[in-house]
């Protein structure tokens, strides 16, 4: 394909997405209070990424290539809920520094700045890509959020959701 950015490669991708087992290096564990991004729209597209604190990116997510992931997510003491997590340059930092930022798939209620936040990663689903429209960037995260769902069913996935990691009650 010419084009990276295509508003129809959700046509040609999987669901199921990484091994059947998990595998190192993951899971990757992270851990941060929620703090404030640029609030570069992702509400009002209706994908609110809650951002780690970046001493928490540079100490933990090294190693690990920019674009994005799915696993576990839990904030404070609430349930652990799947995650899709998008590993980009900060542009806050001059693009010198990754930004992670965690989409939980759920419908809160408020906002949760300040709040600590685990996150579980478990696989790599794509690259970055550079999008043509904000309809092309949407339709993929939605099927990045299909990918992590249906991912996670698998029981070695699922099995991580109750690590000691995460507050369990
Ligand atoms: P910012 O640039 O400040 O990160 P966003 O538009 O990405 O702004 O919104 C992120 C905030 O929205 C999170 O910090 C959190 O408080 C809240 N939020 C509400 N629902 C979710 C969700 N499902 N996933 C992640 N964050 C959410
Ligand atoms: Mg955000």
Sequence with gaps: ???SSNSNTTTTRELIVGPEAVTTPYPI?????VVKGFGRGGKQLGIPTANLPSSAV???????????YYGWAQIDQDV?????????WNPYFKNEKRS???????????????K???VAILA??????DYESLDALVEDIQFDIRVAQESLKRSD???????SFFNQH
Excluded: C, W
């Design 157 to 163: 996935y699922a099995a991580i959701s109750s690590s």
């Design 1 to 3: 394909m010419m084009s």
């Design 100 to 114: 992670g930022e965690v989409h939980i798939i759920h419908s809160f209620e408020e906002d949760f700045y300040g």
């Design 80 to 88: 652990v809920r799947p995650m899709v997590m998008s590993l980009g």
């Design 29 to 33: 564990f992270v851990e941060g209070d």
């Design 116 to 118: 600590p936040m685990k």
């Design 58 to 68: 540079d100490q933990t997510l090294e190693n690990i290539p920019i674009g994005v």
């Design 124 to 129: 790599y689903i794509r690259p970055e890509r």
